[in-house]
C-alpha cells in the first residue's frame, strides 16, 4: 500500500522539488497550496517530469474544512496520511520587517490550524520546514543544532515559534514525533530544467539575481559588502541543491515513521562555505556567461558568514548533499535559460 503524505506548499520553489523525490521513491504525495507565490502549472511541469499524477487542492492550511477533507480523502483512497511536510508559509525577511502580522498570520497561525487538524486525523507525524536563519548572529561556526536560537527578524521568529509550539505539541503526546528541517541556502534546479525558482519581482536572494543577470534581465548584480571578515570580503554561505534538500525531506519522513517519538532538529547544508564573489567565478565558469557586477555597502541584517554542520542529519538521516557548486549553477541556469520568465 502507498503510504500518503500531505505536503502543505508543494507546488512552491522547494515543494515543488520535493514532490519529485517522493514520487521517485514510490510516495503518495497529496499537494495543499493556496498558490500566493506559484501556480498550478508547476505541478503540471512535475507531472510531465515524473509520468505521475499529483493529487492537489487549491486551498489555504488556515482553513480547517480544507484541511480536513484532505485527510478524509486519503483514508477513503485507503492511503491514510502517515506525515505532513509543512512547507506553506511567508518567507522574505524583508517584508516580514514590514509586515509582521501576516507573517505570524501565514506561519504560526497557519502551524496551529494544521496542527489541530492533525489531531483531529490522529495524524502524529510532521516535517516541518525551519531556516538556519532560527540561530541569528553565529556564535561560533559551523552552526550546529544545540546553537542558542536568536532570530534577528520576525520571519525568523516565526520559524523559532513553529520549533517552540512542536516540541510542546510532542511533549504532550508520546506517540508525536516532529522532525525540524533547518535549511541553509537552496539554490539551483532539478537537473530536468523543468521546475525552477520563480520569483515575483526583483529577486531578495543572491542567485536568482546572478541568473537573471546572466540572461539580460537585470544589468548588474549589486554586491552587498566587501569589507567582511571573510577570505574575500564578500559574504560567505553554504549553499546547497535544491534537489539534494529535496531529498531531505524524504529521509526526514523516513526516520519520523522509524525513530521513537520526539522533536528533532536536523541542519540541512553542505558544511562548506561560499563567498558571493566565488558563486559568481563558479557560475561564470561553469555556464560560460559573463556577470557584471557592483560592490555596494552592506545589506541591514545580514551575518558575515555562516555555514552548517551537517553531521547529525548525515548520521541519523543517512542524508548527505552530494552536489555541487557547479552542479547547482549548471542545472540553475539550464533552468534560467529554458524559462526566461519562469512559469509564465
Ligand atoms: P515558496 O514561496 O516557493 O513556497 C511556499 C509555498 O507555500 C508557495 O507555493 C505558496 O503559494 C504556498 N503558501 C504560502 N502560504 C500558504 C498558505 N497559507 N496556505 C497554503 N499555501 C501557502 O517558498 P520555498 O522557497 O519553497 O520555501 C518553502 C518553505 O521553506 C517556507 O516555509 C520557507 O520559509 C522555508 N525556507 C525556505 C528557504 C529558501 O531559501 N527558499 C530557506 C529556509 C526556509
Ligand atoms: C536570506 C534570508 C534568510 C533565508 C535565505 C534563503 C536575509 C537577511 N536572510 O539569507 O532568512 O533563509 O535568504 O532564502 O534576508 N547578496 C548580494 N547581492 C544580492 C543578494 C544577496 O550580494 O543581490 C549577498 C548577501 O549579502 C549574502 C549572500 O549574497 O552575503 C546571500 O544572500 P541571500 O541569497 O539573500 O541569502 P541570505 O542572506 O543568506
Known sequence: MKTSVLVTGGAGYIGSHTLVEF??????????DNFCNSSPGVLRRVEALTGRSVTWREGDVRDASVLDA?????????????????FAGLKAV?????????????????SIVLLQAMERAQVRRIVFSSSATVYGEPRSL??????????TNPYG??????????????????????????????????ASGQIGESPRGT????????????????????????????????GVRDYLHVSDLADGHVKAVEYAR???????????????????????????STTGRTVPYEILGRRPGDVAQMWADPSAANELLGWRASRSIEDMCR????????????YV
Open 142 to 151: 559551523p552552526y550546529t543544532e544545540d546553537h542558542p536560537l536568536a532570530p
Open 258 to 284: 522509524r525513530a521513537r517519538p520526539g522533536c528533532f532538529a536536523f541542519n540541512l547544508g553542505t558544511g562548506r562555505g561560499t563567498s558571493v564573489l566565488e558563486l559568481v567565478k563558479a557560475f561564470e
Open 23 to 32: 514520487l521517485a521513491a514510490g510516495y503518495h504525495p497529496i499537494v495543499l
Open 203 to 234: 529577486p531578495n536572494n543572491l542567485f536568482p539575481y546572478i541568473t537573471q543577470v546572466a540572461i539580460g534581465k537585470r544589468e548588474k548584480l549589486l554586491v552587498f559588502g566587501n569589507d567582511y571578515p571573510t577570505p574575500d570580503g564578500t
Open 157 to 190: 521568529r516565526t520559524k523559532a515559534m513553529v520549533e517552540a509550539m512542536l516540541a510542546d505539541w510532542c511533549a504532550a503526546d508520546p506517540g508525536r514525533t516532529a522532525v525540524n528541517l533547518r535549511y541553509f541556502n537552496p539554490i539551483g534546479a532539478h
Open 331 to 342: 542545472d540553475g541556469w539550464r533552468w534560467q535559460s529554458q524559462n526566461p520568465d519562469g
Open 94 to 110: 524583508g517584508e516580514s520587517v514590514a509586515k509582521p502580522l501576516d507573517y505570524y498570520d501565514n506561519n504560526v497561525y497557519g
Open 70 to 86: 484532505l485527510f478524509s480523502l486519503a483514508r477513503e483512497q485507503g492511503a491514510p496520511v502517515e506525515c505532513v511536510v509543512h
